[in-house]
């Protein structure tokens, strides 16, 4: 970590991009408890965390803006090239990421409290099942990239995007899998569609992930591999 | 003009090997240049064979082979007593007047030897001219500035045809406008960002093919900086240049490629949006990111 940031003659350079790289793991920090305080209410059928969840949105929000703030202050005070540069714009591009991680987590949110307001009887077990299967994957991606954003150690960045397209087809199963309750009965309408909502939302917080962790791999190494499929596949 | 073509303002400078498909960066002291240090025949203008310089016992220069393009800037970069200097000297000769000075390999401009024994230095340094870190404009006119070069090569058949050169030269160098009116003021009474364009002006108007610039802007304020960096990109049009600063924002800005000088060797060249963003050796990057000493 530490080469790929210090070593600057002016010391203070060094010093911005480490409270940069901080303010990036702190939101990085606050996603990950919130999208775990977000299952666990989604679990528990618990409306009260579903509304914490909602309202610390506001904190990652603040980060946000404080961290975009920091890039531009980098760009303006120490023109960066090179590594410096593709530091500086590739945090820029995570900080969105993660800010649009904690969008989804809050509509995970919200899709709770449609699901269970009233004291409903919201969704079966059976058609919650792939909702926590996918919410494991997706928090096994969303703890992994946080890693590799912490260490800028990219060893295992292929392994990790071929998660994504296991993820993708596990949600595709999903969608056919939920079709099939929908047939069964129209009464399931409502709440398959609002679990296809929230499977979507996995969906997407996976996808940031990856783009977090395609960032972090160009930093590294100075090669854009968003649009290359990874070289794992795994069984 | 589609807008297509508006936006290919690079020259085509063909490269003799391609690109590697860019890996970890290289590191320890280089043996050989990383990047496309040569470029095919028809692109090059100067070509740098195996060029060695050394001042006296002190070997300055090692082993560097390098081509400048046609109408492309090259940017030198790399610290203090990197060599970066004294290669650009050794471009048209300038080391010639050390003493202790000896430069071995091959230089050429369109495929003539300019060390060659029957060269005369004094068109050389007409073709390929220079400018200098501080402005040294002559205590003359202003209109002698411009007017003493074409006269002692013999440009101008007549009075005519000479002032047809000074103000032509004055106009591409951007100080026309600023000095119409007073021609025979004194060149020295100019502001130091007109001075060195007054420079630039005088080395223009011999004609050169190529124009050697050693830190031109290392004396002025951000704004002449602006307007000399403006006008190296206009005079890319007719001219190749080859630049020597210290100022990494300002190899970015002006030049096409960018050549990293470190203790007397040639470590990387490559296209400049490839070095400020991807250099490809260590070196380089510590040095452009601030991370040398």
């Given at each position: 970590?530490?080469?790929?940031?210090?070593?600057?003659?002016?010391?203070?350079?060094?010093?911005?991009?480490?409270?940069?790289?901080?303010?990036?793991?702190?939101?990085?920090?606050?996603?990950?408890?919130?999208?775990?305080?977000?299952?666990?209410?989604?679990?528990?059928?618990?409306?009260?965390?579903?509304?914490?969840?909602?309202?610390?949105?506001?904190?990652?929000?603040?980060?946000?803006?404080?961290?975009?703030?920091?890039?531009?202050?980098?760009?303006?005070?120490?023109?960066?090239?090179?590594?410096?540069?593709?530091?500086?714009?590739?945090?820029?591009?995570?900080?969105?990421?993660?800010?649009?991680?904690?969008?989804?987590?809050?509509?995970?949110?919200?899709?709770t409290?449609?699901?269970?307001?009233?004291?409903?009887?919201?969704?079966?077990?059976?058609?919650?099942?792939?909702?926590?299967?996918?919410?494991?994957?997706?928090?096994?991606?969303?703890?992994?990239?946080?890693?590799?954003?912490d260490?800028?150690d990219?060893?295992?960045?292929?392994?990790?995007?071929?998660?994504?397209?296991?993820?993708?087809?596990?949600f595709?199963?999903?969608?056919?899998?939920?079709?099939?309750?929908?047939?069964?009965?129209?009464?399931?309408?409502?709440?398959?569609?609002?679990?296809?909502?929230?499977?979507?939302?996995?969906?997407?917080i996976?996808?940031?992930?990856?783009?977090?962790?395609?960032?972090?791999?160009?930093?590294?190494?100075?090669?854009?591999?968003?649009?290359?499929?990874?070289?794992?596949?795994?069984? | 003009?589609?807008?297509?073509?508006?936006?290919?303002?690079?020259?085509?400078?063909?490269?003799?090997?391609?690109?590697d498909?860019?890996?970890?960066?290289?590191?320890?002291?280089?043996?050989?240049?990383?990047?496309?240090?040569?470029?095919d025949?028809?692109?090059a203008?100067?070509?740098?064979r195996?060029?060695?310089?050394?001042?006296?016992?002190?070997?300055?220069?090692?082993?560097?082979?390098?081509?400048?393009?046609?109408?492309?800037?090259?940017?030198?970069?790399?610290?203090?007593?990197?060599?970066?200097?004294?290669?650009?000297?050794?471009?048209n000769?300038?080391?010639?007047?050390?003493?202790?000075?000896?430069?071995?390999?091959?230089?050429?401009?369109?495929?003539?030897?300019?060390?060659?024994?029957?060269?005369?230095?004094?068109?050389?340094?007409?073709?390929?001219?220079?400018?200098?870190?501080?402005?040294?404009?002559?205590?003359?006119?202003?209109?002698?500035?411009?007017?003493?070069?074409?006269?002692?090569?013999?440009?101008?058949?007549?009075?005519?045809?000479?002032?047809?050169?000074?103000?032509?030269?004055?106009?591409?160098?951007?100080?026309?406008?600023?000095?119409?009116?007073?021609?025979?003021?004194?060149?020295t009474?100019?502001?130091?960002?007109?001075?060195?364009?007054?420079?630039?002006?005088?080395?223009?108007?011999?004609?050169?093919?190529?124009?050697?610039?050693?830190?031109?802007?290392?004396?002025?304020?951000?704004?002449?900086?602006?307007?000399?960096?403006?006008?190296?990109?206009e005079?890319?049009?007719?001219?190749?240049?080859?630049?020597?600063?210290?100022?990494?924002?300002?190899?970015?800005?002006?030049?096409?490629?960018?050549?990293?000088?470190?203790?007397?060797?040639?470590?990387?060249?490559?296209?400049?949006?490839?070095?400020?963003?991807?250099?490809?050796?260590?070196?380089?990057?510590?040095?452009?990111?601030?991370?040398?000493?």
């Amino acid at each position: 970590m530490a080469r790929e940031i210090e070593g600057h003659t002016m010391r203070r350079f060094d010093g911005e991009l480490h409270h940069l790289h901080n303010l990036l793991l702190q939101m990085g920090g606050l996603v990950q408890n919130q999208f775990e305080l977000a299952l666990q209410a989604l679990r528990e059928k618990e409306l009260q965390l579903a509304d914490k969840v909602i309202a610390r949105d506001r904190d990652l929000n603040d980060l946000e803006v404080k961290a975009d703030e920091e890039v531009i202050s980098v760009i303006a005070r120490r023109t960066p090239v090179a590594r410096d540069l593709r530091t500086v714009m590739s945090f820029s591009k995570v900080i969105t990421d993660l800010e649009r991680m904690g969008d989804e987590v809050v509509r995970i949110a919200d899709l709770t409290y449609s699901l269970y307001e009233n004291d409903g009887p919201g969704p079966g077990t059976q058609m919650m099942r792939d909702v926590h299967g996918m919410g494991r994957m997706c928090g096994e991606m969303v703890q992994a990239a946080l890693r590799m954003l912490d260490s800028l150690d990219v060893e295992s960045a292929d392994e990790l995007r071929a998660h994504q397209l296991e993820l993708d087809s596990e949600f595709q199963s999903s969608v056919r899998r939920l079709a099939t309750f929908i047939m069964e009965d129209a009464r399931n309408v409502g709440n398959s569609i609002k679990v296809v909502l929230v499977l979507k939302s996995l969906d997407r917080i996976g996808d940031h992930a990856t783009n977090i962790v395609e960032h972090v791999y160009f930093l590294a190494k100075g090669k854009d591999i968003r649009h290359i499929p990874p070289s794992v596949h795994r069984a | 003009m589609t807008s297509l073509e508006l936006t290919m303002e690079k020259p085509n400078l063909a490269v003799k090997e391609s690109r590697d498909v860019k890996h970890d960066l290289t590191s320890g002291t280089p043996e050989k240049t990383v990047g496309e240090a040569l470029l095919d025949a028809e692109s090059a203008r100067m070509t740098c064979r195996d060029v060695n310089v050394y001042y006296g016992e002190k070997h300055a220069i090692k082993n560097i082979s390098l081509d400048i393009g046609r109408n492309e800037v090259v940017a030198l970069i790399g610290p203090s007593g990197c060599g970066k200097s004294t290669f650009l000297r050794c471009l048209n000769r300038m080391n010639d007047t050390i003493e202790i000075c000896h430069v071995t390999g091959d230089i050429s401009i369109d495929g003539m030897n300019i060390y060659d024994k029957k060269i005369d230095v004094v068109p050389l340094r007409a073709q390929v001219g220079m400018v200098f870190q501080k402005p040294n404009p002559f205590p003359k006119s202003i209109f002698e500035n411009v007017a003493y070069g074409p006269r002692i090569h013999g440009l101008a058949s007549d009075k005519h045809e000479l002032e047809e050169i000074v103000v032509g030269s004055l106009k591409r160098a951007g100080l026309w406008d600023e000095v119409k009116d007073r021609l025979h003021a004194p060149g020295t009474g100019l502001s130091g960002g007109q001075q060195q364009r007054l420079c630039i002006a005088r080395t223009i108007a011999v004609g050169p093919e190529v124009i050697l610039m050693d830190e031109p802007c290392s004396a002025l304020d951000p704004i002449a900086t602006a307007r000399i960096e403006e006008l190296i990109d206009e005079l890319r049009e007719n001219f190749t240049i080859a630049i020597v600063t210290h100022s990494m924002q300002q190899a970015a800005r002006v030049s096409q490629r960018t050549a990293y000088f470190h203790l007397g060797t040639l470590v990387e060249v490559g296209d400049t949006d490839d070095i400020f963003t991807n250099p490809r050796h260590r070196l380089t990057e510590d040095y452009i990111t601030g991370r040398f000493g």
